[in-house]
């Protein structure tokens, strides 16, 4: 089944009306839930750097035109992980356990509607 229905996660805040998170462990993943078009999505980007990290595009991912933001944004679809998918789930995985302590984990790799799958628009600094 398609869903395109988004989730309610912890830790996404509300920029211009779009639910944003930082991911990675400098925040240089920036996961915006849905597919917005590209303007919207560099006001709302912006707003969530100003907002939780005192940052820029530019200081934060080099970005210094809405058009150099522009070209940087994939639109993916996401789906929750609850295992790692690559260990045999028998031995005490530590990608598993990860997951397992985390709230969510997610993986956005997808081009294409998957299963279960949400849109995410990414930027990546
Ligand atoms: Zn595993």
Do not use: N, Q
Request: net charge negative; aromatic share 8%; with cysteine.
């Amino acid at each position: 089944m398609i869903t395109t229905e988004l989730p309610d996660l912890d830790g996404f805040v509300e920029h211009h009306g779009i639910r944003i998170t930082a991911l990675g462990d400098d925040g240089e993943v920036l996961v915006a839930l849905g597919h917005h078009k590209p303007r919207t999505a560099v006001i709302a980007f912006r707003a969530a750097l100003h907002d939780r990290f005192g940052s820029t595009l530019a200081d934060w991912g080099d970005f210094h035109t809405p058009r150099d933001v522009e070209e940087a944004l994939r639109l993916r679809w996401a789906v929750l992980l609850t295992a790692c998918g690559t260990c045999d789930g028998v031995r005490d995985c530590w990608a598993c356990r990860d997951i397992r302590d985390a709230s969510w984990w997610m993986d956005y790799a997808a081009t294409e509607p998957v299963p279960a799958g949400f849109p995410v628009t990414i930027l990546t600094a």
